[in-house]
C-alpha cells in the first residue's frame, strides 16, 4: 500500500510561515507529478502547487510569490514552504502523488489566526 505522509502542520499567526513536508516511496518521488492541496471548512479541495517528475511547478493565483513547492531527492520528500499566511490559506493540506493513478496523504491541518 503505498502511503504518502505529511507533517509540518500547525497553528500561526497572520505574516507567519511554515513548511510542509510530504515523504513518498521513491518510486513515486521519481516519476509521479507531486501535488499540495488544501480543503477549507465548506469548500471543495483545490490544488495549491504542484511539481513535476521534471521539476516544472504550478502555483494557485492565490498562492503566488508567498508559496514555494520543492523537492529533496535524497529523502524523497516534497515541502511546500508556506510565508505571508493569512487566515483565508486555514484549510486541511493534502500530499498528492499523481501519474496513471492517484495517491493521497492523510491531511494535516493548517491554521492561521491572531
Known amino acids: 500500500q503505498v502511503q504518502l505522509v505529511e507533517s509540518g502542520g500547525g497553528s500561526v499567526q497572520p505574516g507567519g510561515s511554515l513548511r510542509l513536508s510530504c515523504a513518498a516511496p521513491?518510486?513515486?518521488?521519481?516519476?509521479?507529478?507531486m501535488g499540495w492541496y488544501r480543503q477549507a471548512p465548506g469548500k471543495q479541495r483545490e490544488l495549491v502547487a504542484s511539481?513535476?517528475?521534471?521539476?516544472?511547478?504550478t502555483y494557485a493565483d492565490s498562492v503566488k510569490g508567498r508559496f514555494t513547492i520543492s523537492k529533496d531527492r535524497a529523502k524523497s520528500t516534497v515541502y511546500l514552504q508556506m510565508n505571508s499566511l493569512q487566515p483565508e490559506d486555514t484549510a486541511v493540506y493534502y500530499c498528492n502523488g499523481r501519474w496513471t493513478d492517484s495517491y493521497w496523504g492523510q491531511g494535516t491541518q493548517v491554521t492561521v489566526s491572531s
Open positions: 521513491r518510486i513515486i518521488f521519481s516519476i509521479y507529478t
Open positions: 511539481i513535476t517528475a521534471g521539476d516544472d511547478t
